[in-house]
C-alpha cells in the first residue's frame, strides 16, 4: 500500500522538514548564527540595523520558498493521485487550500515551542509562497509545456 503512494514520499519529507524549522532550530536566535555573519561578509559596512533588517527579510523569504517547494510537490503527487481528469485547476485550488491549511498548523503549532511565536502573517506569506509557485507553473507549462503531452 506504501510504495502505491510513493509520490507522496517527498511531500511528507517536506512538511517534516518544515516542521523542523517550527522547531527552536528554526528562532531567530539560532538562524542569526548563520545569516548574520553572511550578511556581514556580503555587506560589510552594514549597520547593525541594516544586518537585523536582513535577517527579518531571508527569514520571510525562507517562509516564502518554504511554501513554494511544498506547492510544487503537493501538485506533482496530487496530479499524480488523481490523474488529468481532475483539471490543472481543481489541483492548484486543493493545493493551495492544503498548503494554506499546513501553514495554519505550523503557526498553531509554533505556540508550544519556546522562542517562537505564531503570526497570521506568516501564514500569509506561506500561503503566498504557495501561489506564486503555482502561478509559476502554470506559466511555465502554458508556454513551455510539458513536450511529453505534446503530439509529436
Known amino acids: 500500500m506504501l510504495l502505491k503512494h510513493k509520490h507522496w514520499w517527498p511531500v511528507v519529507a517536506w512538511m517534516v522538514f518544515i516542521f523542523c524549522m517550527s522547531t527552536g532550530f528554526g528562532t531567530a536566535e539560532h538562524t542569526s548564527r548563520y545569516i548574520d555573519p553572511f550578511l556581514r561578509w556580503l555587506m560589510p559596512h ?9 535577517h527579518f527579510l531571508v527569514r520571510k523569504l525562507g517562509h516564502l520558498s518554504e511554501y ?14 488523481v490523474g488529468p481528469a481532475a483539471g490543472a485547476w481543481r489541483v492548484a485550488l486543493i493545493t493551495l487550500t492544503f498548503c494554506a491549511v499546513y501553514a495554519s498548523t505550523d503557526e498553531f503549532h509554533q505556540t508550544f515551542v ?9 501564514v ?18 502554458a ?3 510539458d513536450r511529453r503531452r505534446r503530439p509529436a
Open 68 to 81: 513554494a517547494v511544498l506547492a510544487l510537490l503537493v501538485r506533482r503527487a496530487l496530479a499524480i493521485t
Open 124 to 141: 500569509a506569506i506561506d500561503t503566498t509562497g504557495a501561489a506564486l509557485a503555482l502561478a509559476g507553473f502554470s506559466v511555465a507549462t
Open 46 to 54: 552594514a549597520t547593525e540595523d541594516v544586518i537585523a533588517r536582513g
Open 143 to 145: 508556454f513551455g509545456g
Open 114 to 122: 519556546p522562542g517562537r511565536t505564531p503570526s497570521p502573517v506568516d
